[in-house]
Antibody, heavy 128, light 109 residues
Framework: QVQLQESGPGVVKPSETLSLTCTVS????????WSWIRQAPGKGLEWIGY???????NYNPSLKSRVIISIDTSKNQFSLKMTSVTAADTAVYYC??????????????????????WGKGTTVAVSS | DIQLTQSPSSLSASVGDTVTITCRAS??????LSWYKQKPGKAPELLIY???TLHSGVPSRFSGSGSGTDFTLTITSLQPEDFATYYC???????????FGQGTKVEIK
């Protein structure tokens, strides 16, 4: 079955760059879309961004200036880089597969997206 | 940005009860809404997508309804493993964006 595994340093210093990788097994990274989501301690889920298998991306406007998501099809991995981190970026970071269901309305096709497979999450603390 | 507001923020219920959680969008999102369940220390799990389609393997006691701005998640005959936090998520727009509700915690009475 499809499995996702996040990896990266558990501690990042303030003002530095957070780098995480998600390794996909059981599915080709070239056949799907992929997301990053995070959850600060005791808080709700926050969408960070997603990447298409083509490399096209879309980001949460509140994080867009600090985030880059990239994909490496040769390794079946995708990655997250977040620059200039502060304590507010301390969170559990999840990667997930993004799928869609096609809806037809007024002869137009639209896609309803959802995340059907998630990694277990990796905790990142921003601390000096 | 589309905001999702869940109500209630928390509720207490007993095994066997029927529970209803509401998610309201700040503008119409058609049926572009999903529901997730999260247990403490675990990743979220997909329950329902496109407002009312049950994800594979999810028990039939879970159901979703709604369109436009108002949506509900209903859990009938609540089981011990259903005590968790539930989130709604929207994917409306061009390009499609994503946001989550603040969550609803279902606790044991």
């Amino acid at each position: 079955q499809v499995q996702l595994q996040e990896s990266g340093p558990g501690v990042v210093k303030p003002s530095e760059t957070l780098s995480l990788t998600c390794t996909v097994s059981g599915a080709s990274i070239s056949s799907n879309h992929w997301s990053w989501i995070r959850q600060a301690p005791g808080k709700g889920l926050e969408w960070i961004g997603y990447i298409f298998h083509t490399g096209s991306t879309n980001y949460n406007p509140s994080l867009k200036s600090r985030v880059i998501i990239s994909i490496d099809t040769s390794k079946n991995q995708f990655s997250l880089k977040m620059t200039s981190v502060t304590a507010a970026d301390t969170a559990v970071y999840y990667c997930a597969r993004r799928r869609y269901y096609e809806i037809w309305s007024d002869s137009k096709s639209r896609k309803s997206y959802y995340m059907d497979v998630w990694g277990k999450g990796t905790t990142v603390a921003v601390s000096s | 940005d589309i905001q999702l507001t869940q109500s209630p923020s928390s509720l207490s219920a007993s095994v066997g009860d029927t529970v209803t959680i509401t998610c309201r969008a700040s503008q119409s999102i058609s049926s572009f809404l999903s529901w997730y369940k999260q247990k403490p220390g675990k990743a979220p799990e997909l329950l329902i997508y496109t407002a009312s389609t049950l994800h594979s393997g999810v028990p039939s006691r879970f159901s979703g309804s709604g369109s436009g701005t108002d949506f509900t998640l209903t859990i009938t005959s609540l089981q011990p493993e259903d005590f968790a936090t539930y989130y709604c998520q929207q994917s409306f727009g061009t390009p499609p964006m994503c946001s989550f509700g603040q969550g609803t915690k279902v606790e044991i009475k």
